[in-house]
């Protein structure tokens, strides 16, 4: 294993093999994958793709389910209601469902999915480094495809946008980027919580964290920029107030020194990578996203209560905006306060749990980095690893009552 010691031959084949058939899914790989190989050797995109990664996991989850005559559905009751809450605004608003009302509730229903079957199928086991280890390779690989793509060596449908001097695709490579930006995140919890996760190579996670950062570089991703820069400094002040006043002080003086002698070398650097220009550019004015934002701002003033509905969400105020992807605003406009404080309870409870957990680094990290994301994008199936790690983590600091 190229992050952690030891090995997890002691673990079935028909526990391995569907749980990477998920992560493949959520991570993207098997869209990637079949993009490379369908415009550099002609082969057909692979079929019955939902059958293969979503509906053979599911059978394997079920049969756990049966041999062991228990089901492990935690957070279903919160997530019901969610859902069906949603419906129900749906319904008073439009009468009829269309995809764009339902996307939110798609969303939604696969990570759950996602969630219940990894619960399931790794029930008992006590090593989970091996669904870690497979989600940091698919990032890993998306990435090298991605990037060979990029600098022209393989045949790829990536183009390159003159005005926001990125690399684009005909899917979506912000998500791609996230998935990336969550690997390094779940990384650094790694460091956080060795002893549960088994002990980590370092010098690999140093390299894997590089190779990850370059696809954010090139696709100037900046929801995902964000969530790693939360992700390190927190790891680093967590770090830096754990030491004792003398290292603190060494460190402090260090950290000062670098700040004074190479300050206008690191910050000129920085702020010529297209990824920082696009952060320093982002303005509640700017056309498209802020007009998003004040859009269904101005929509959920005039309907405070139950909102418009998901599809009239930003509709109605500027010309050609439609939607937000900023979802807190998304989900204010659409459904109104009370849904608004519904959903970000349910946040809570899949990401944190109790209030006490939200004083445990583990937990801010999760929860922070799934707020981050909501900033720029709607719930995406990633985050069905973040719900694994956190209720097995909620699981084991209750069981052994410290953190």
Sequence with gaps: ?????????????????PVLLIILWITYTNIIINHALYYNFGIPYLPLQKFIFIVIPFFYAINQILKQKRVMAPHFI?????????????????????????????????????????????????????IIEYFVIAA?????????????????????SIDSQRIGASFNLNAVADSNAFAISVLIIILLIPQYFNRIK???????????ISL????????????????????????????????????SIFVFIIFVLFFDIISDKISQLVITKRVGNTSLYEEGRGM?????????????????????????????????????????ASSGIFFFILYIFFLFKILAGKIQMLKDPVTIILFTTILIQFAFRRPDNPMALFMFISYIYNKSVSKNHSI
Excluded: C
């Design 1 to 17: 294993m190229i992050l952690f010691h030891g090995n997890t031959k002691h673990i079935p084949t028909n526990i391995k093999l």
């Design 78 to 130: 919160i997530f019901i209601v969610t859902l069906i809450s949603f419906l129900l605004i749906e319904l008073h608003h439009t009468k009829n469902f269309e995809t764009s009302e339902l996307n939110i509730l798609n969303r939604w229903l696969l990570i759950y999915l996602f969630f219940f079957m990894i619960l399931n199928l790794t029930r008992g086991i006590t090593n989970f480094s091996f």
């Design 140 to 160: 890993l690989i998306n990435t090298f495809i991605i990037e060979l793509a990029a600098f022209g060596f393989i045949n790829f449908p990536l183009h390159y």
């Design 202 to 212: 370092k010098n690999n996670l140093i390299i894997i964290s590089i190779a990850l």
């Design 216 to 251: 954010l570089v090139l696709t100037a991703t900046r929801g995902s920029l964000l969530i790693i820069t939360f992700t390190v400094i927190f790891y680093l002040i967590y770090k830096y107030l754990s030491k004792n006043i003398v290292q603190q002080l060494i460190i």
């Design 292 to 332: 998003q934002i004040l859009a269904t701002w101005y929509n959920f003033s005039n309907n405070p209560w139950f909102g418009v509905g998901y599809k009239d969400a930003a509709y109605g105020i500027y010309q050609g905006i439609v939607q937000s992807k900023f979802q807190y605003t998304q989900i204010l």
